[in-house]
């Protein structure tokens, strides 16, 4: 079974930042993609990034390019999403998932997903 701990949420004001971390086995960082989603209140969960394992290529959802930076640290075992000018709108519970295969689709990874239990972010002011 994957885990994936995700840690970083807290509340910012819109236009602030966040980095959020997803603390993951060395063997899942190094063969199986990794991606952030997010499920606000009343909606879907979406995915917001993904990063492969292979060669460490990021993919993001329209609604995040350019704000947001997902990337990978291998001595420590943690993936990252560095959220920046943020906004109301990305208020929502942010999840670390795991696919079951290396390579990212669009924003998402591959496959069956192995999720993490969630962290919240609150943009406000």
């Known amino acids: 079974q994957v885990q994936a701990v995700e840690s970083g949420g807290g509340l910012v004001q819109p236009g602030g930042s966040l980095r959020l971390s997803c603390a993951v086995s060395e063997y899942t960082l190094n063969y199986y993609a990794i991606g952030w989603f997010r499920q606000a209140p009343g909606k879907e969960r979406e995915g917001v990034s993904c990063i492969s394992s292979s060669d460490g290529s990021t993919y993001y959802a329209d609604s995040v390019k350019g704000r947001f930076t997902t990337s990978r640290d291998n001595a420590k075992n943690m993936v990252y999403l560095q959220m920046n000018s943020l906004k109301p709108e990305d208020t929502a519970v942010y999840y670390c998932?795991?696919?079951?295969?290396?390579?990212?689709?669009?924003?998402?990874?591959?496959?069956?997903?192995?999720w993490g239990q969630g962290t919240q972010v609150t943009v406000s002011s």
């Open positions: 998932g795991v696919g079951d295969n290396y390579y990212c689709i669009g924003h998402e990874p591959v496959g069956a997903i192995g």
